[in-house]
């Protein structure tokens, strides 16, 4: 069974573009959701996305958006790019069932330096 | 502001001893609490989930939750080289919903 797949894996942008991140969950799972890893911050919620809706949202910029494709694909946009946004983005995918539990499963993320 | 307290660490151990993480979240109401293990330049990867008081145990590694005293423990027995890695706290408050609150980690260094 394949897991969650994260791409681009390695990106460099310049301060002031935009750009987007995809995740493909495991098949089967509904729910993705997005999180930023940096040194400094640890590991935080961005937002997560279920039957294409927005469900939950972390302590993010407007900058920071989403959205969640019919067949669970999910990807994440980071307009306005700062020096700070630099970090490791994480896709997590869970089957967000009442009896399936809500165990998240990490993909291997999007590093995204901004210069 | 939900928050989960971790030891930074680094915590060392020798080989072959048990090595202790500890946890402490600030939310009465969290439901569900796992422990995620990351390598140096790798994703998070889930060793154990708990959801109700008492010891959960996987092989080598045990559970501890407390939800009175709103403390969670990782036990990791026999401790190898290949456990050194940070071990991330998280817990959540929504049964459907993902909305993790993840600790800062705790190093953890196996000495051969």
């Known amino acids: 069974k394949a897991g969650v797949t994260q791409t681009p894996r390695y990106l460099i942008k310049t301060r002031g573009q935009q750009v987007t991140l995809s995740c493909s969950p495991i098949s089967g799972h509904r729910s993705v959701s997005w999180y930023q890893q940096t040194p400094g911050q640890g590991l935080q919620f961005l937002f997560e996305?279920?039957?294409?809706?927005?469900?939950n949202k972390g302590n993010f910029p407007g900058r920071f958006s989403g959205r969640q494709f019919s067949n669970s694909r999910s990807e994440m946009n980071v307009s306005t790019l700062e020096l700070g946004d630099s970090a490791l983005y994480l896709c997590?995918?869970?089957?967000?069932?009442?009896?399936?539990?809500?165990?998240?499963?990490f993909g291997e993320g999007s590093w995204l330096t901004v210069v | 502001q939900k928050e989960v307290e971790q030891n930074s660490g680094p915590l060392s151990v020798p080989e072959g001893a048990i090595a202790s993480l500890n946890c402490t979240y600030s939310d009465r109401v969290s439901q569900s609490f796992f422990w995620y293990r990351q390598y140096s330049g790798k994703s998070p990867e889930l060793i154990m989930s708990?959801?109700?008081?008492g010891d959960k145990e996987d092989g080598r590694f045990t559970a501890q939750l407390n939800k009175a005293s709103q403390y969670v423990s990782l036990l990791i027995r026999d401790s190898q080289p290949s456990d050194s890695a940070t071990y991330l706290c998280a817990v959540n408050d929504d049964n459907y919903g993902q909305n993790f609150v993840f600790g800062p980690g705790t190093r953890l260094s196996v000495l051969p």
């Open positions: 996305y279920f039957s294409e809706t927005q469900r």
């Open positions: 708990i959801y109700s008081n």
């Open positions: 997590a995918s869970s089957l967000s069932g009442p009896t399936s539990g809500n165990t998240i499963y």
